[in-house]
């Protein structure tokens, strides 16, 4: 949010990009994630529901890996609960035959750069500019 402010202040036009991360505070993206967007970290699907139907999110990333879950059912009800939002999924397994109602699905072992790339691939389809 503080990179939103100082663009604003200094006259910068864009629009940022705002991520919802459901993970476990464990969760290796984080960091990387707040560095880059505005990005908000949740502990459940619920708690992406509230804060996605409170704010304007552009992509929701579902960490299945550090929530111990494949995640499966949880993004399904956010594909049903936000069908036009992008969505991304980690998922804990190693095939690629994941399946998964996410735009999305990057399968363990996940390098934090195919995340962020993701997430530039899929909010550079709708043309919001990216933060640098």
């Given amino acids: 949010m503080q990179a939103v402010i100082e ?18 505070t464990r969760s290796n993206f984080i960091t990387a994630l707040q560095k880059h967007y505005s990005a908000q970290v949740v502990h459940s699907g619920k708690q992406a529901v509230a804060i996605t139907q409170q704010h304007a999110i552009d992509v929701i990333i579902l960490d299945a890996i550090s929530l111990n879950t494949s ?10 609960t936000f069908p036009d939002i992008s969505l ?12 998964s109602l996410a735009d999305t699905v990057l399968c363990h072992p996940i390098p934090t750069r195919a995340l962020l790339s993701a997430i530039e691939v899929l909010t550079s389809k709708r043309h919001i500019p990216l933060l640098q």
Avoid: Y
Avoid at 7 to 24: D, K, P, Q
Avoid at 71 to 80: D, F, N, T, V, Y
Avoid at 88 to 99: E, F, M, R, T, W
């Fill in 7 to 24: 663009c604003i202040r200094n006259g910068t036009e864009f629009m940022a990009i705002s991520v919802v991360l459901i993970a476990e």
């Fill in 71 to 80: 995640g499966e059912r949880i993004c399904k009800r956010l594909r049903e």
């Fill in 88 to 99: 991304i999924h980690l998922h804990p397994n190693k095939k690629a035959d994941v399946q």
